[in-house]
């Protein structure tokens, strides 16, 4: 079964910056499109970023745009989403997830083959 496992979630002041990570442990994702969602209390999941098997393309959510990186170490099989000037609003479990093909579809979640378990953000106001 494969496993995607997500770090670096925590509680950081409004403005501030966090950098998650999700690594796939023996697991070969070079083949995957990697993206990452969010789900707030009482919402769906929503799409956040994604990033494309060789790294070279990216796209965003208009939420993040301008305030998030997306990036990945195909080396070391991981996927990092750096997030700056964070905010309330960005408070949610965040999870990293693998599709097999880039296409119109990389924004649903039901897309999506694997999902990590998550790892909490929380933003302070």
């Known amino acids: 079964q494969a496993q995607l496992v997500e770090s670096g979630g925590g509680l950081v002041q409004a403005g501030g910056s966090l950098r998650l990570s999700c690594a796939a442990p023996?697991?070969?994702?070079?083949?995957?499109?990697l993206g990452w969602f969010r789900q707030a209390p009482g919402k769906e999941r929503e799409f956040v970023a994604a990033?494309?098997?060789?790294?070279?393309?990216?796209y965003y959510a208009e939420s993040v745009k301008g305030r998030s990186t997306i990036s990945r170490d195909i080396a070391k099989n991981t996927v990092y989403l750096q997030m700056n000037n964070l905010r309330p609003v960005d408070t949610a479990v965040y999870y990293c997830?693998?599709?097999?093909?880039w296409g119109v579809g990389i924004m649903m979640p039901a897309l999506y083959k694997y999902w990590g378990q998550g790892t909490q953000v929380t933003v302070s106001s």
């Open positions: 023996g697991q070969a994702f070079s083949t995957y499109v």
């Open positions: 997830a693998a599709v097999e093909f």
């Open positions: 990033i494309s098997r060789s790294g070279d393309t990216t």
